[in-house]
């Protein structure tokens, strides 16, 4: 049976990457958080590519891109980032790549060089893939696309949770100013912004579980034959 290919945009901290976990799960789906991609190249340059200001540097960064090695590997049915075959998933979660990650992922050169990896990852089909233009830029001919969105005040409460759990140290204002800054860089930037598809079916989920965010995408997903 023919498997769909699933896209799902949204907002920071709308859920998207544990409900595309959990459907992926499900429905026998590989499922692909391309924000750890963008957070990978960000650490690289956080690793590699300062200045002497102590900020990125773009020129530095576009020319190391070709020998950056990122690749997921399946550890227990779940896709873990490597860079140079070192696992880099709780990296990519710190507070200094969320604060450098959307102006690095604005960049023209960073997209190009991410945008033919993830369309390859989903060449065969039975992918779920979620990010911020996969509905309107890497995948615009997917089987389903649905675009998140909450509160600014739930998604702190959410992130500020998620860090906890990570066991980074957060503070809730601080992670609310960060989200809402990524939200504006990745909306305003001119390559591939975040928004919504025109054939995107557009979740609020303020008020609702993670639990029932994900029936409610299974309901639209069982029309699929
Ligand atoms: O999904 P996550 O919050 O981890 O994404 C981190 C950042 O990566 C976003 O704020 C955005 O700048 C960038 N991103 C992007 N395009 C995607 C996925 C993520 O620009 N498809």
């Known amino acids: 049976m023919k498997k769909p290919v699933i896209a799902i945009d949204g907002y920071s901290s709308t859920g998207k990457s544990s409900i595309s976990k959990v459907i992926a799960e499900k429905l026998g789906?590989?499922?692909?958080?391309?924000?750890?991609?963008?957070?990978?190249?960000?650490?690289?340059?956080?690793?590699?590519?300062?200045?002497?200001?102590g900020s990125i540097d773009l020129e530095q960064l576009f020319s190391s891109l070709q020998h950056i090695e990122l690749e997921f590997k399946n550890q227990d049915g779940e896709l873990i980032l490597h860079l140079d075959h070192k696992d880099i998933s709780k990296e990519i979660r710190?507070?200094?790549?969320?604060?450098?990650?959307?102006?690095?992922?604005?960049?023209?050169?960073?997209?190009?060089?991410?945008?033919?990896?993830?369309?390859?990852?989903?060449?065969?089909?039975?992918?779920?893939?979620?990010?911020?233009?996969i509905g309107t830029v890497v995948l615009p001919n997917a089987d389903f696309k649905f675009f998140l969105t909450?509160?600014?005040?739930?998604?702190?409460?959410?992130?500020?949770?998620?860090l906890l759990s990570l066991g980074i140290e957060a503070a809730e204002q601080q992670v609310k100013e960060n989200l809402i800054e990524r939200?504006?860089?990745?909306?305003e930037r001119e390559?591939?912004?975040?928004?919504q598809a025109d054939d995107a079916i557009v979740i609020d989920n303020t008020f609702l579980t993670k639990?029932?965010?994900i029936e409610s995408i299974l309901s639209y997903l069982k029309s699929f034959n």
């Open 150 to 162: 909450a509160s600014i005040d739930e998604r702190t409460k959410r992130r500020y949770h998620e």
């Open 29 to 53: 789906l590989i499922h692909l958080d391309t924000g750890a991609l963008y957070r990978g190249i960000t650490w690289y340059a956080l690793q590699n590519c300062m200045d002497g200001n």
């Open 211 to 213: 639990k029932e965010t």
């Open 94 to 133: 710190s507070n200094e790549v969320s604060d450098n990650v959307s102006l690095v992922a604005k960049q023209k050169e960073v997209r190009d060089f991410l945008l033919q990896y993830q369309r390859t990852l989903a060449e065969k089909g039975g992918i779920i893939m979620d990010g911020r233009d």
């Open 183 to 187: 939200d504006k860089i990745d909306s």
């Open 191 to 195: 390559i591939a912004p975040l928004k």
